[in-house]
């Protein structure tokens, strides 16, 4: 059999990209607060907001700028509330803790989405917002998550970090919430090797994100949103200088365009994957919810009937044959486990996930991958827990 292919290779950056790039190198001109107005992180703002059809968008350095910011912007209380999936990256928790809030952990079930059940009944402890967090791209119920959130008037943040492209009911992911977050880091939808975007609808919210985000004296003459609000906050916020480069930005601008594409291409290439691996008795993708359009560039499966031991030697197995598989609860250090978030105050009880992160696998799936590149990475894959599970059939095949 040939090598599976390199899942972690990035797709080349629009030539459009090299040529705005040039033209910057020429003029030195990379603050995006240089220009009057139109400036690459002005226009990606625009054309980004368009593209989700959000009435405001910032653009800023990361996906965790965003989210930090967005809590800020909500102006919570010190010490307030904040619900998030037990199933989510680092950078969550650390955005509530950076906000001066405190993270409560909602659990999440073994389809990756979050507990419903365990939701209602956190919300109910006097929580001031929730950050909903689509792992992966994995949708928890929105029509549920919002109409609870909404009886009770928390207003809801998403991380759409990596869910660009995703949509609930015809809509996309991101837009749902009173504030979406997406990121431009490389193992994202769009590539700038860093960045992040901050969207809403709300002119009191981006008004004061704007500004926090380091748009200091006028800058934020250079929005192009309500100016009454912007004067209103003019020094009566702290500046953390969270701004995006115009480089970032023209990196990202050309890819804009290619959404449908990367998109279209990561769902053909996860959902061929996923039928083969449903096709074993060792192996489970859950299914996607009804209402959910799913933009995958990676897969999740679930290891069925594995001891701990097993599920080791599983990892190993596929490594050796060439496709790397994490086991989100089992790689030391694991920044989605949350019992390695040392920085909490105290690691809750949260039996669900960390079942549930103690048989998940994770393995990039990307939009670039062809037919044959994906046979590989399954066949590897089911050979792999055919050889931990039943050795007699896989006994020729080491
Ligand atoms: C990548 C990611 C983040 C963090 O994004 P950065 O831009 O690296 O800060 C947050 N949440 C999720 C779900 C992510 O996948």
Not at 93 to 103: Q, T
Request: with cysteine.
């Amino acid at each position: 059999m040939p090598a599976p292919p390199s899942v972690y290779d990035a797709e080349p950056i629009p030539k459009a990209a090299q040529t705005e790039i040039n033209g910057m190198l020429e003029t030195g001109d990379l603050f995006r607060y240089t220009a009057t107005d139109e400036s690459p992180a002005a226009l990606l703002e625009r054309e980004f907001a368009a593209a989700l059809g959000s009435r405001y968008a910032l653009a800023v350095s990361s996906c965790s700028a965003a989210l930090f910011l967005s809590l800020r912007a909500l102006d919570l209380p010190g010490g307030a509330r904040v619900l998030i999936p037990a199933f989510t990256f680092a950078a969550v928790p650390s955005a509530v803790v950076h906000a001066g809030c405190v993270p409560v952990l909602v659990e999440s079930k073994s389809n990756y989405r979050i507990d419903l059940e365990d939701f209602e009944s956190k919300l109910s402890l006097d929580v001031a917002a929730v950050m909903i967090s689509h792992m992966r791209g994995h949708t928890s119920d929105m029509d549920a998550v919002m109409s609870l959130a909404d009886a009770r008037g928390v207003p809801v943040i998403e991380d759409a970090a990596h869910s660009l492209g995703t949509k609930w009911n015809g809509r996309n992911i991101g837009t749902l919430g009173k504030i979406g977050c997406f990121s431009f880091q490389s193992y994202k939808l769009l590539n700038a090797g860093e960045g992040g975007m901050l969207v809403t609808d709300d002119s009191e919210i981006i008004a004061r994100a704007v500004i926090m985000s380091g748009a200091y004296e006028h800058n934020w003459k250079k929005h192009p949103v309500l100016h009454e609000r912007f004067a209103h906050w003019q020094n009566r916020l702290p500046l953390y200088n969270m701004r995006i480069s115009n480089l970032s930005a023209a990196v990202i601008r050309p890819q804009i365009g290619e959404i449908p594409r990367r998109v279209r291409d990561g769902k053909r290439n996860h959902d061929y994957v996923a039928s083969r691996l449903n096709e074993s008795s060792w192996l489970h993708v859950p299914s996607p919810l009804p209402a959910e359009s799913r933009a995958p560039d990676s897969i999740q499966f679930n290891l069925l009937h594995f001891s701990d031991p097993e599920a080791r030697a599983f990892q190993n197995a596929a490594d050796r044959r060439g496709v790397k598989v994490q086991v989100f609860g089992l790689s030391a250090d694991n920044a989605r486990a949350f019992w390695n978030w040392g920085f909490l105050d105290q690691t809750p009880d949260l039996p669900q996930t960390r079942a549930m992160l103690m048989r998940a696998c994770d393995v990039r799936l990307p939009a670039r991958l062809d037919r044959s590149d994906c046979d590989l990475v399954a066949s590897t894959l089911v050979k792999a827990a055919e050889y931990v599970k039943s050795p007699k059939t896989a006994a020729t095949d080491r």
